[in-house]
């Protein structure tokens, strides 16, 4: 039996659909939820078989509520993450979605303001920007989180950066 999915979550999957399958993109529901109406940064990650499949966002809000972001992401993500081929339609039954809406980043003076668990993280160095969401399996350190944030913005490893936290209400 399957579990009925969290309206974002649905969306995103819908979406994905919509544009894979008809290259088609998908229009916001009318009746919009209280949270899909608020705005936010929101990253969409796809898996398929538990290992990464496409993951595509944005740290704060692109388009005009949470809905449109969730659409855009989604489809990025299935379409337009350069380390993955586009998603096929024969791939979709076998990919689980989640969406990660972003709390307002915050500047931390350094990493002891980090918790790879709890914390997202944003890395800037002049106008290069990284960013590494929060409790990914196998990042179990500050260090190894900042290190991937850095090497994802093309910042070398002894370069100097500012250090942003954010929390995530992440939906599978």
Do not use: W
């Not at 399958?21 to 916001?28: A, H, M, Q, V, Y």
């Amino acid at each position: 039996m399957k579990k009925e999915l969290h309206p974002f979550v649905k969306l995103a999957k819908d979406a994905i659909s919509e544009y894979v399958k008809n290259r088609r993109i998908l229009t916001p529901p009318e009746n919009l939820t209280a949270e899909m109406k608020g705005r936010a940064g929101v990253f969409v990650s796809l898996k398929k078989r538990g290992m990464l499949r496409g993951c595509i966002g944005t740290f704060s809000p692109a388009t005009s509520n949470i809905a449109e972001e969730i659409i855009q992401n989604a489809i990025s993500a299935a379409i337009n993450d350069p380390r993955f081929s586009p998603v096929a339609p024969s791939e979709l039954e076998e990919i689980d979605y989640s969406v990660d809406v972003l709390s307002a980043p915050e500047k931390v003076s350094g990493p002891e303001g980090l918790d790879p668990k709890i914390y997202g993280v944003i890395v800037k160095g002049g106008s290069r920007r990284g960013l590494l969401l929060p409790d990914i399996e196998g990042v179990d350190t500050v260090e190894e989180q900042v290190e991937i944030a850095k090497r994802k913005a093309g910042i070398y490893p002894y370069e100097p950066v500012e250090l942003y936290r954010f929390e995530v209400k992440r939906y599978k």
